[in-house]
């Protein structure tokens, strides 16, 4: 009893405990007691090789879920608001994927209030989301920072003069995101500042429909710098300046008491230290 009880790094009292709780729970007795001496009975001898297996193999497990053989495995459900899900992850997943070929990556594309709501009820590991988190059961850290942009069509009236005054930006119907989006929220935390009401005249849920109507002439669109890129540097989309700060951090998102596995550990490593929103596009050039 006292070198097992040294062994476990326990007391003798608290050995003796463990040993009494087990047979209690299986209904058998396994050991004989000779005063303060214990010793396995019959049974216990006959059941000792198949104790120790499960022992064995319980080691075996725990080993592989530290450090699996061949690299990491398992399933990863990434729940990521719409910019960093369309702009970002891809690139950053098809990365992470390549080093570690024996991981699979589920990834939902989402608003941030959609994300938010993923990670409470666990239907998610981690998310991305743009801005800030407001809910205190969840655990956040910044990622990177990204910049809004005001656009409009070549063709429309405020093209020419590239800058937008009070007037403009109260007077200009506007096609935006959602509400729940979080290019929405800081837009409108930053523009609202400045004016009392904003003429909405569309809301979508998608880059490539705001970016459509856009185009067409129906309004101005505010939207991450990540998405109108391409559009931008051909002559699509025409960036307006207004004076209104609209740079904004991504977000990584996790629920603290969700399990974080050696796979979630080396997603979170990872996504830290992949070049931030800037040299994206660099970087997923690179082959």
């Known amino acids: 009893m006292i070198a097992a009880s040294r062994r476990l790094s326990l007391s003798q009292s608290a050995t003796s405990q463990a040993l009494s709780d087990l047979e209690r729970q299986l209904g058998i007795s396994l050991f004989e007691r000779l005063g303060r001496r214990l010793r396995l009975n ?27 053989e061949g690299g990491l495995r398992g399933t990863l459900n990434i729940s990521a608001s719409t910019t960093i899900g369309t702009y970002l992850l891809p690139p950053l997943a098809g990365h992470f994927s390549n080093e570690h070929p ?61 800058w937008l005054d009070d007037a403009d930006l109260a007077a200009t119907p506007w096609i935006l995101r959602e509400a729940g989006s979080g290019t929405r929220e800081i837009f409108e935390a930053a523009i609202l500042h400045r004016v009392e009401r904003l003429q909405v005249r569309m809301e979508l849920s998608q880059h490539e429909a705001i970016k459509q109507a856009v185009k067409a002439g129906f309004g101005l669109g505010c939207l991450s710098r990540l998405s109108v890129a391409g559009e931008l540097e051909r002559g699509e989309l025409v960036a307006l300046e207004s004076g209104v700060e609209l740079s ?32 994206h596009f660099l970087l997923s050039n690179d082959g």
Request: aromatic content about 8%; overall charge negative.
């Open 248 to 279: 904004r951090m991504f977000s990584l998102l996790w629920h603290p008491e969700r399990y974080r596995s050696p796979l979630w550990q080396a997603f979170k490593v990872f996504s830290l230290e992949y070049p931030r929103c800037s040299d």
């Open 42 to 68: 019959e049974l216990g001898r006959d059941l000792l090789p198949r104790a120790e297996q499960l022992l064995d193999g319980m080691a075996a497990f725990v080993a592989a879920a530290e450090e699996p």
């Open 102 to 162: 024996g991981v699979d990556l589920r990834l939902r594309l989402r608003n941030t209030g959609e994300v938010i709501t993923d990670l409470l009820r666990f239907d998610a590991d981690i998310g991305l989301i743009e801005g800030q988190c407001h809910e205190s059961r969840l655990t956040s850290e910044a990622w990177c920072e990204d910049q809004l942009v005001i656009v409009c069509s070549p063709r429309h009236p405020l093209a020419e003069k590239r």
